[in-house]
């Protein structure tokens, strides 16, 4: 197995952080990963918010963990509701993934973009996990005025994000299921 | 810059293809990639469709281009009318991602699972392109018919394509816009 497949196979979500910060040489690497991947027709309609205000990840996982309580289904609440739970897992680092409303495509060029930053990060030393769930900041007005306090392109929308920092417990691998492929030959 | 970071740096979106097919360990291994991406939730409602007949290739190409001559926009329309075009450039491998269509996330899954198989597959010598125009395939009822011999699992659908094979031509690589960062600190 080579460098790069095993760096794919031995990645893990990371919902556990130390508290010390990154290093600005592996911001500036993990975004060069991201802005690497691919897009339908080379559009890059996509921006990149570092997050590093630890107070407001963790205002921001609050609002939230309480639009999650109120709307999400019980799948989501059951998990936002287990003790010490928050949407960025009091990560130091957070990267915010949004995308022109307008264009297409954009959830595939964004998950193409995450998944090179987690893998970039693996290949730093550092832990990552990609989170959906953010989108539940924009159900309450406190968490649209956040997008504005966030500096987020006009026009641009909530894809995901990436929360960055020192692994402070690396999980068993999930298991996946491998019966997902058929052949036409 | 490591080995992991230099891999997402060296690739390239491939267009032109050696007739030699790639090997069934490289096959496997580059599903395995795409199947270690993370899923929202860790749902998995994906599916892998590994499409090695020629003509039937050729054919899904000929009725998705029509189709885009019939239906898209100008910029494929462009695209799909230069000398030699081809929706999957005459690969001799092209994997058909889909996914659970009552399942959210799936784009931002499946394009962390093709970004997976691309790196993998840069990894292993070889080259690949993200197709998103394949879903022009679905336009017409002689391409959902294809669908059906491609034996798709019900209630799947066609989120994207990635043509693989051996490189033929290496571009230069695109522009990227650095200008698409800003930092909250």
């Not at 508290?19 to 911001?27: G, K, L, P, T």
């Not at 997050?51 to 989501?76: F, P």
């Not at 287990?82 to 990267?95: D, E, K, L, N, R």
């Not at 022109?100 to 832990?127: F, H, P, Q, R, V």
Request: proline share 4%; aromatic share 6%; net charge positive.
């Amino acid at each position: 197995m080579n460098e790069i497949l095993n760096c794919i196979n031995s990645r893990r979500s990371i919902r556990k952080y130390k508290e010390r910060q990154i290093s600005e040489a592996d911001v500036q690497a993990i975004l060069e990963a991201g802005i690497l991947a691919p897009t339908a027709r080379n559009q890059q309609k996509w921006h990149f918010t570092v997050i590093q205000k630890r107070e407001l990840i963790e205002r921001m996982a609050s609002i939230t963990m309480e639009n999650v309580m109120r709307y999400a289904d019980e799948h989501l609440k059951g998990r936002a509701s287990m003790p010490g739970a928050s949407t960025f897992h009091h990560a130091p680092t957070v990267i915010m993934m949004t995308a022109d409303e307008k264009t297409d495509y954009i959830e595939l060029d964004c998950g193409a973009a995450t998944e090179n930053m987690a893998l970039a990060a693996e290949s730093l030393g550092l832990g990552s996990c990609f989170i959906a769930s953010s989108r539940y900041l924009l159900k309450s007005p406190e968490g649209v005025a956040i997008m504005k306090e966030l500096g987020i392109p006009e026009g641009y929308r909530h894809v995901c994000c990436l929360t960055l920092g020192y692994k402070d417990f690396t999980p068993e691998p999930r298991q996946r299921n491998k019966n997902v492929v058929n052949y036409v030959r």
